[in-house]
């Protein structure tokens, strides 16, 4: 369970499951939240000390042009790395339709502390059931 910093616990939505990570997104030496929740990504920012986390409301992420990131309400967790050498972490989503799944790359052009993504780039993609994937 996690609360937030006004010590209420935290309900990120009621759109399908809950998939969480636990990263240094901001890259402040503490451990943030990240959750995946019928396709919406939000950052829970560790707003305490690295040892005992007390974490801000979440956030949904979000593009560079201010729009909310929604995969669909079938995506899979989050990940996050530097995809592109540039020091700032970037999202990768998967999202299940029926039929595919593919996986996006998300680049952040924002900051650590204020990440704002690129319009998402397939990077694959699996047909349902057929082993067969492409890029």
Known sequence: ???DDGGQTVVLGPRGETWA????????CD???????GGYVYLLENIG????????????LTKADGTTIDMGYWSGAPAFKDMNGDGLKD?????????????????????????????????LRTLGGSGISFI
Request: charged share 25%; glycine share 6%.
């Open 1 to 3: 369970m996690v609360k």
């Open 21 to 28: 990570v636990a990263t240094d997104f901001d890259d402040d």
């Open 31 to 37: 451990t943030d939240i990240l959750a995946g929740n």
């Open 49 to 60: 000390d690295a040892e005992k986390g007390q974490f801000a409301a979440p956030r949904r």
């Open 91 to 123: 999202l990768l989503l998967s999202e299940w339709d029926g039929t595919l799944t593919p996986l996006s790359l998300f680049i952040n052009i924002g900051t650590s502390t204020e990440p704002a993504f690129a319009e998402p780039r397939v990077l």
